[in-house]
């Protein structure tokens, strides 16, 4: 926070993710935005924490970024520009095991 001089903070309580079983999660973004009175404000930012490697599948995939991520125990995927189509993003189907993350959305003030 000192380096950039930002001060980041949730929108809402973050949120334990588990996949297994075949589950996967559908193309989408992160969005969410607030309004107070006229003013409209979007999220900055995203984040998912991978807690667990254990499993087959499961991988963090955005076509149009060029990205596919198996996700590695202790790591973390943060998006920006969350609302943008180019932001799109897929976890694939959970073949062997349970996928376990820790999701989050925050703001800069």
């Known amino acids: 926070m000192s380096t ?8 809402y309580d973050g949120f334990l993710l588990k996949y297994s ?6 193309m989408h973004t992160d969005t969410y935005a607030t ?3 006229d003013e409209y404000k979007s999220a900055s930012f995203s984040s998912v924490y991978y807690i667990n490697d254990d ?15 198996k996700p590695l125990a202790n790591t973390m ?7 943008e189509e ?3 993003h897929e976890v ?4 062997i095991g349970e996928r376990y993350s820790w999701q ?3 703001e800069i003030d």
């Open 104 to 106: 989050q959305v925050w």
């Open 4 to 11: 950039f001089d930002v001060s980041p903070r949730g929108v």
């Open 86 to 88: 180019s932001s799109c």
């Open 92 to 95: 694939t189907k959970v073949t």
């Open 35 to 37: 309004s107070i009175g």
């Open 55 to 69: 499993f087959d599948g499961g991988e963090f995939h955005a076509p149009l970024l060029g990205i596919t991520v």
């Open 21 to 26: 079983d075949g589950r996967s999660l559908r």
């Open 77 to 83: 995927v943060l998006l920006n520009n969350i609302a």
